[in-house]
């Protein structure tokens, strides 16, 4: 059965017609006050964006959505869970910095910012699921428990999840730490005769399994919890993961987290993705390539899966601003650029989960 995505583009040429109306219009399109509970909480889940990023959502837009939540007689809050990596969001006070750096202050937004699973990522409550690889899975507890919740994503490219939309950040983002390793639960390989021990991956490695002994750089394994951050900073790729055999579940455990975030309460949450400075990395990283693509839109839908099959869609259709693919068409750019991912993963494995549907009727607004 077919899930109706909508729709806006990025043409306007009046105030009545600006990115910040469309913000609003498509929260009155995808139901939101039938979502909201009066009187009650409502999260809004979204990404802060690392210290450096810089395309991480426009807090303009996500003022947009706090009203809408406050016009319902809800009461929203700002929310996100802190990260397996050492960075500028890996702990709570940190995180809440990061954010108010970048923006998302009360000031700006009238809602307050609240990281969803405590201070060190501790915080959480096992949902139910049964499926293949979990029969629960550890959620943030504030998003959890929140009687509403509103996710508000950044639809851009992942080095390890091909790209990232709403399910990733209902998964990694919605869970707490105990979650985020259980998704991972992959192990690093270290190319010690390629390695030029430059200290990169040593430096962000937050368990110490990277570490440099004798000028040289070494890996204890069994101290690896697979959060990929010295892959992502490696300048010769000398750390590595066995991508032929870690992807496909890797990503498949990320999809059961995405459930266990919405299970039985599908009638109190809804999304949006912004695909807007389409770029390659995720919003953890602490920089901001050039996009892939031109900015597309603003898509909403009641159906997580049906809306990153949009969002993935309308990417693949759109010119790419890579010179070496500028002649090709309706292709998926972000396998083209991380050719070894499988983020489609995503999508078909939603669907044999019950997480969505693959099918949709986009409705242009």
Wanted: net charge positive; proline share 5%.
């Amino acid at each position: 059965m077919s899930s109706t995505v909508f729709y806006a583009d990025m043409h306007t040429r009046s105030h009545d017609n600006s990115k910040i109306a469309k913000v609003g219009r498509l929260c009155d399109a995808v139901g939101l006050k039938k979502i909201v509970k009066k009187n009650e909480p409502t999260a809004i889940k979204l990404h802060f964006g690392e210290y450096g990023n810089d395309t991480y959502l426009n807090p303009t837009f996500v003022r947009q959505v706090v009203d809408k939540v406050v016009a319902a007689g809800g009461k929203p809050f700002l929310t996100d869970t802190t990260t397996l990596y050492s960075g500028s969001r890996h702990n709570a006070v940190d995180h809440l910095q990061t954010a108010y750096s970048h923006g998302f202050s009360p000031s700006v937004v009238h809602a307050p910012v609240i990281v969803a699973d405590g201070i060190y990522g501790e915080n959480d409550v096992p949902v139910r699921i049964n499926a293949k690889h979990f029969k629960q899975v550890r959620i943030a507890t504030e998003i959890r428990r929140a009687p509403s919740l509103i996710v508000l994503s950044h639809f851009k490219g992942h080095e390890m999840a091909g790209f990232g939309g709403t399910i990733k950040n209902l998964a990694m983002g919605g869970a707490a730490v105990y979650g985020k390793r259980a998704q991972h639960a992959t192990k690093v390989q270290l190319n010690e005769k390629t390695c030029i021990s430059c200290g990169k991956c040593v430096s962000v490695c937050p368990q110490k399994a990277l570490r440099a002994v004798d000028g040289k750089t070494r890996l204890d394994a069994a101290r690896c919890i697979g959060c990929f951050e010295c892959i992502t900073v490696c300048p010769i790729k000398a750390v590595d993961t066995d991508w032929n055999t870690e992807m496909h579940p890797f990503i498949e455990r990320m999809t059961e987290h995405a459930l266990g975030t919405v299970k039985g309460r599908q009638r109190r949450v809804c999304f949006i993705n912004f695909v807007l400075g389409i770029t390659p990395d995720c919003d953890c990283v602490a920089w901001s390539d050039m996009p892939l693509a031109p900015d597309i839109g603003i898509l909403a839908s009641l159906d997580p899966v049906a809306l990153d099959q949009a969002c993935f869609d309308l990417v693949c259709k759109a010119p790419s601003f890579d010179p070496a693919l500028a002649g090709k068409k309706d292709f998926d750019k972000f396998k083209a650029r991380w050719p070894k991912t499988c983020g489609e993963v995503q999508l078909s494995y939603g669907e044999e989960i019950g997480l969505g549907s693959r099918q949709y009727v986009l409705e242009k607004i």
